[in-house]
């Protein structure tokens, strides 16, 4: 029986999507909660965009996802489902990239790159 049952690739299958979806809805909420945290924060306007434009393009992944399962995955919304996840990705890297401490090595270099300029 514990054979069969792991060796049959629709149970495999199952469990793939059962680890995306928990994947999606936990990246949702955990975007969700950032842009909730950050609705108040005296921030600069074009973080606070990205943060918007990074909870906006999950919700719509996600409403992506969904709609491609019940449309039986179309291979046009399977294509944008696909661009949505490199989009998500790109936004959470520039978000990481333009929110990120300096490191003490770089901001002691930056009087230094000062004067040459």
């Known amino acids: 029986m514990r054979n069969n049952f792991f060796n049959n690739i629709s ?3 199952c469990f793939s999507h059962l680890d995306h979806r928990i994947l999606a809805t936990t990246t949702l909420i955990s975007i969700c909660a950032l842009w909730w945290s950050t ?3 005296d921030i600069h306007p074009a973080i606070r965009s990205l943060v918007g434009s990074t909870f ?6 996600v409403t992506l996802g969904v709609s491609t399962l019940l ?3 179309p291979v046009s919304l399977g294509t944008a489902h696909q661009a949505g996840a490199l ?9 990481n990239h333009t929110v990120r401490r300096p490191s003490m090595s770089l901001l002691k270099t930056l009087p230094q790159v000062a004067k040459t300029a």
Do not use: E, H, I
Request: glycine fraction near 4%.
């Open 56 to 61: 906006g393009m999950a919700a719509l992944q």
């Open 71 to 73: 449309s039986y995955v």
């Open 11 to 13: 149970n495999l299958f």
């Open 87 to 95: 989009t998500v990705l790109t936004l959470m890297l520039l978000l």
């Open 39 to 41: 609705r108040k924060l």
